[in-house]
């Protein structure tokens, strides 16, 4: 009979307000995309899946602040999600984007 081993979903938001940040949004995007782990928690996480969703919200930019979201979006949709080395741990991260009404 085979064990299975039990694995926890931890869901994870983070949410990016926008405004007029065509400066800063590529690099602020692109951390919250790459966050791994510490490796002295991925002994006590070996058993967690993480569900990351990356969620920028623009507000009325009159930069390039959206179209660079945009843009970052297609860049990341081509993987369909961010896969982190599964050596260390599993973690998907999904970019989404959106706008004020």
């Known amino acids: ?10 869901k ?3 949410i990016i307000a ?6 800063t949004i590529e690099e602020t995007v692109k951390s919250a995309m790459h966050q791994e782990i510490p490796a002295n928690l ?3 996480l070996s058993n ?9 919200y623009n507000d009325a930019s009159t930069d390039k602040s959206i ?6 979006k297609e860049e990341y949709a081509n993987n369909a999600s961010l896969h982190h ?5 599993i973690m998907n991260t999904t970019l989404l984007v959106g706008t004020a009404a």
């Open 42 to 44: 991925l002994t006590s």
């Open 18 to 23: 926008v405004h007029n940040a065509q400066e």
């Open 12 to 14: 994870v938001d983070v």
């Open 85 to 89: 080395d599964e050596s260390k741990l």
């Open 1 to 10: 009979m085979l064990a299975h081993k039990m694995c926890t979903v931890v």
């Open 67 to 72: 179209e660079m979201l945009y843009t970052l």
């Open 48 to 56: 967690v899946k993480f569900d990351v969703a990356v969620c920028c």
